[in-house]
């Protein structure tokens, strides 16, 4: 727990069908904990200030990110912070992010292989390192991964996908995550890595707590 905040920020990090929506909802039932995955109206004059902040990087996207997106993700990692702090302020104890900071570092490493977009990039990491007590990387193998994708109910990107150009995204999006990851770890992050395959729900939230207290006892050390 972070005495400057008055309480813990963590992120949920993963591929597609890793299994972060199950281990969010898990956390959200717990008590003093908000889970933020869209933003709430009172997020709004954070994310214009962060999204003013981010210029030009918000406005020069990669040719093929539609942009929109690309303006909407610059302004989301920007604005962690003063989202978490927003979620405190209202009483949260934990403010869990699905698709937050990290997530969104993700979403933008095209940016690590431009001259002026690199600093920008490595500077939110060196941010949303010292914003998070915990960054929860839950993961499978590939395989297990694609059937959960396949088999579940709402719409994603990869619908369209033959099963070897699935299994190929997802590939990807695991290589990308933990290079994050990595990232984030070298700045100072505590990186928990879950493999959902091998652990129940309520072991994996059981794990979170523990890796929560332990940062909390030696901050308090």
Known sequence: MNARRGGAVVELLGAPGAGKSGLADALAALDGV??????SRGDLSALAWS???????????????????WVSWAARVTAAQHVARNRMSQGAR?????????YTLVRMM?????????????????ETASLLDLL????????????????????HVTDELDNESLRAYLDSERRHVHRVADALAREGAEVLRLIT??????????????????????AAG
């Open 110 to 126: 095209q940016l690590r292989d431009r001259p002026h977009g690199s600093a920008w990039w490595t500077q939110r990491c060196v």
């Open 136 to 155: 929860v990387i839950v993961d499978a193998d590939t395989a297990t991964l694609a059937n959960r994708v396949r088999g579940r109910r709402k719409q």
């Open 51 to 69: 999204m003013a902040r981010s210029w030009p990087v918000a406005v020069a996207p990669p040719p093929d990110v539609d942009r929109r997106r």
């Open 34 to 39: 908000t889970v933020v995955k869209d933003h």
């Open 94 to 102: 934990t403010v869990v992010f699905d698709q937050g900071a990290a």
């Open 197 to 218: 395959t091998e652990l129940t729900v309520e072991q994996q939230v059981g794990l979170v707590r523990q890796a929560l207290r332990q940062r909390a006892h030696q």
